[in-house]
């Protein structure tokens, strides 16, 4: 009788053992990519150098795409970018619409929702101004009421300009290209933004002026977003993507190759800026 009762033990716990091996195996993120055929990324329209669309052939580039591209080849499937926005990115990872995120900021509210990976690259924060006399400036001396800076309400940017620049005038917009009207019509002193977006704003529209990088650098690590509930086999291997990559170049490789449409270099990126920190 015991030993009856101890072989149906032994059974029962193989057969949960095997249950669970079998949960694991059909959790298993990879192994729903590789089936799907895509993984999915969370792609934002006309975010050079991060994300652009062509409108003519629907075909998307950028350096946050080509990295996603790298993603998908290592894992051997195509890459499907889906339309989202800053804000609604972090959603769609959530809700499990799309598998990735790429090019966020690491804020702190943002890991309540979803996961965040080591980083890709790591991005400082800049202003953009007409004004040559702002160059040398600390964030301490520019958090001044004589000056005005204009950012987009809600992102990393502001969160800096809360944080830095609490004395100074800030004026919050709804969108990135309203803060530059404002300084390209002399509203604000300087735009407050990260580095590659400012480069990339300062060759399109000479008005706003150049890019500085004030004292202290501010650098933010640059992360992929993911969902929490995904296994840590998925989330191990995007970290190791992202550290190998930042670590061996290609990540810096591929951000200096989506800069060189609009005329920008790694040699024109401001002293005191590093992509690898």
């Known amino acids: 009788m015991k030993l009856r009762t101890l072989i149906r033990g032994a059974l029962a716990t193989l057969a949960t053992a095997a249950t669970v091996a079998s949960a694991q195996a059909q959790d298993s993120k990879i192994d729903e990519i590789r089936e799907r055929g895509t993984l999915r990324m969370a792609g934002i329209l006309a975010e050079e150098p991060y994300f652009a669309k062509d409108p ?89 009421p004589q000056y005005t800076f204009a950012v987009d309400l809600g992102s990393a940017q502001d969160n800096i300009t809360r944080q830095f620049l609490p004395n100074a005038d800030i004026l919050r917009f709804k969108s990135r290209d309203e803060a530059v009207i404002a300084v390209a019509t002399g509203k604000a002193d300087a735009l407050v933004n990260t580095v590659l977006n400012g480069m990339v704003m300062s060759k ?59 005329g920008v270099s790694l040699g024109d990126l401001p002293a005191g800026f590093n992509l690898g920190n």
Do not use: C
Request: negative net charge; proline residues 5%; charged residues 20%.
């Open 56 to 144: 003519r052939t629907g075909e998307w580039h950028g350096f946050a795409v080509s990295m996603a591209r790298d993603i998908a080849e290592t894992l051997g499937v195509e890459l499907e970018v889906v339309e989202s926005s800053w804000g609604n990115s972090v959603l769609d990872v959530q809700s499990g619409k799309v598998d990735i995120a790429l090019a966020l900021t690491a804020m702190p509210k943002r890991a309540m929702s979803i996961d965040f990976s080591a980083p890709t690259y790591y991005n400082s924060f800049v202003i953009v101004s007409p004004n040559a006399a702002l160059a040398n400036k600390s964030w301490s001396e520019l958090n001044d």
């Open 204 to 262: 399109r529209n000479d008005v706003i002026g150049k890019v500085y990088v004030p004292t202290p650098t501010l650098a933010s690590p640059s992360v992929i977003g993911l969902n929490y509930d995904t296994d840590d086999v998925w989330k191990s291997f995007i970290s190791a993507w992202a550290d190998y990559n930042r670590r061996i170049g290609n990540n810096q490789t591929w951000i200096v190759e989506s800069l060189a449409p609009f």
